[in-house]
């Protein structure tokens, strides 16, 4: 069981006082040591993972961008995080507190809105909807905390009024508020030398600087705040709510690669100059890109797959397992030949398990030899694998041993020569099921269990959208409704909890 650890919101008031030098190193938390390393890309190498508090650690992930249906560029980078995640919660016992933060005001919504004739919300609503569902198809965890930027401006202009105050940042004709890179001397922090992809603007004072708010317009929705009426920039709001969530400094933070520049660094850039301290994110966790086979995949080109068109050609475990066997930090392809070799792989190991159990059952009245040397080897993989995953995730090490393991497992179950006790055959089996479990794969697919957890999540996510659509329209039939079906379910011992942004169930005596 978690255990639940009182998280204490620190002072978000300030004063900015920052040195004006440059001093970009990466600095060594003093804290927990773990005795895992990880690679972080501001020190450019592996460090040790240090946490600020000795009983849990906080990670906080960049969400969606909810304007359109997900595809398996999320899926991978999400299904990659989640692996992680498990390493460090089912490996290393360390208590993860998670939150993601949904983008759920922005441009490409905005967008979509005006082209589509509805309420940015509705539109936001339906495509983080459809994104649980795709998570949880998946079999990717929910983050613990899940926080919208449409719930959050107040945190988010408190914190550009901050900045502001503290001359870090300035308010523009238009109304919009910039960052002030030239007052910010570690800028860069992550990755120097570039652009930060905005345009130029003649409302900037510095090329380099970004928007925190952007003025009003009559056709975007928008927020009255001391320094006008407008929105929130992007980069902003995940700052704004780790700080609101997490206090001024968080251990792990985690996106894809696409997001470290600009996005990570302006948010590393404003939480420093907010927080008046030099490291923000202790650790930042970059998944690498997921590439068709010759081709780069973007929504521009149109050539993105869906998640729902992969799952129905290839099994969650399989996607999974094509995760585990590629290097989180690399570049992934996405091929016929990958899946297929991932299926392969995965079969492998479910045949072992299968063959296992018949060969243990024949063998209950066995003589003979009790096996040392497979449960030396069997120790020597568990050592082996635990270094591996703490030395930055390498999944695909670890699925390579476990490989190795069962093909010499395989001999002596398929060998005539010798007759052994079952028992270290057993404990490899189980092993290696423990492994690939704590890894997320669920190795029955068309188990009913399965079937069925899959179909309540649709059902208590349908449910929720009806209910906070009837919520907000004050639609008393519609709310009869979800109540007789919350009812019904409990009947059927499943209760519902109503939370206000994320619907959960338990089954209950
Ligand atoms: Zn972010």
Redesign the pocket.
């Known amino acids: 069981m978690m255990r639940i650890f009182p998280i204490f919101r620190r002072n978000l008031t300030h004063v900015c006082s920052l040195k004006p030098y440059k001093d970009t190193k990466w600095l060594m938390p003093n804290g927990n040591p773990t005795g895992m390393y990880i690679y972080n890309c501001v020190a450019q190498e592996r460090v040790p993972i240090i946490l600020n508090d000795p009983s849990f650690a906080t990670w906080y992930s960049?969400g969606p961008t909810v304007y359109d249906s997900s595809h398996i560029g999320h899926a991978c980078c999400y299904v990659k995080l989640d692996i992680i995640q498990r390493i460090l919660k089912s490996f290393f016992n360390i208590n993860l507190v998670t939150a993601m933060?949904v983008t759920d005001i922005d441009d490409k919504i905005i967008k979509k809105s005006l082209e589509t004739n509805s309420d940015f919300k509705t539109v936001a609503k339906k495509y983080e909807h459809e994104f649980w569902l795709d998570m949880s198809s998946l079999n990717v965890e929910k983050p613990m905390i899940i926080t919208r930027v449409s719930e959050h401006i107040d945190t988010i202009s408190g914190f550009i009024k901050g900045l502001i105050d503290s001359e870090m940042a300035y308010v523009a004709k238009d109304g919009s508020v910039y960052f002030n890179t030239s007052k910010f001397p570690n800028y860069g922090k992550l990755q120097a030398g570039h652009d930060n992809g905005e345009t130029s603007d003649d409302a900037k004072m510095n090329k380099m600087d970004f928007a925190l708010w952007k003025g009003y317009k009559p056709s975007e929705p928008s927020w009255p705040t001391d320094w006008g009426e407008g929105r929130p920039g992007w980069?902003i709001?995940?700052s704004a709510m780790v700080s609101k969530i997490f206090g001024s400094q968080v251990d792990f933070h985690a996106?894809g690669i696409d997001?470290k520049f600009p996005?990570?660094e302006n948010?590393e850039a404003q939480s420093c100059a907010y927080h008046n301290s030099r490291q923000w994110a202790n650790y930042w966790i970059h998944v690498g890109h997921l590439n068709l086979k010759d081709t780069k995949m973007s929504k521009s080109l149109k050539n993105t797959i869906s998640i729902p068109t992969v799952l129905e050609k290839y099994s969650a475990d399989i996607f999974r397992m094509a995760c585990l066997m590629s290097n989180y930090r690399y570049p992934m392809e996405y091929s016929d030949e990958v899946m297929s070799t991932a299926e392969e792989v995965l079969k492998k190991f479910r045949f072992f398990l299968k063959d296992v159990q018949v060969y243990a059952n024949q063998r209950v009245n066995g003589v003979g030899d009790y096996n040392n040397k497979l449960m030396n080897e069997l120790q020597k993989v568990i050592e082996n694998n635990l270094e591996t995953l703490r030395s930055d995730f390498d999944t695909a090490s670890c699925i390579n041993t476990l490989l190795n393991l069962i093909s010499h497992t395989n001999k002596i179950i398929k060998g005539k020569t010798t007759d052994y006790y079952p028992v270290p055959v057993l404990l490899v089996a189980d092993y290696v099921l423990q492994v690939l479990t704590k890894f997320g794969l669920k190795l029955s697919e068309s188990s009913t269990e399965n079937i069925t957890n899959g179909f309540i999540d649709t059902l208590v996510e349908f449910r929720h959208t009806v209910r906070s659509n009837a919520l907000e329209r004050k639609d008393k039939e519609l709310l009869n409704a979800c109540d007789v079906v919350r009812d019904k379910m409990k009947l059927m011992k499943i209760q519902i909890n109503d939370s206000k942004d994320t619907p959960s169930w338990v089954t209950i005596k």
Do not use: T
């Open positions: 960049c933060g980069h709001e995940c996106g997001l996005h990570h948010e």
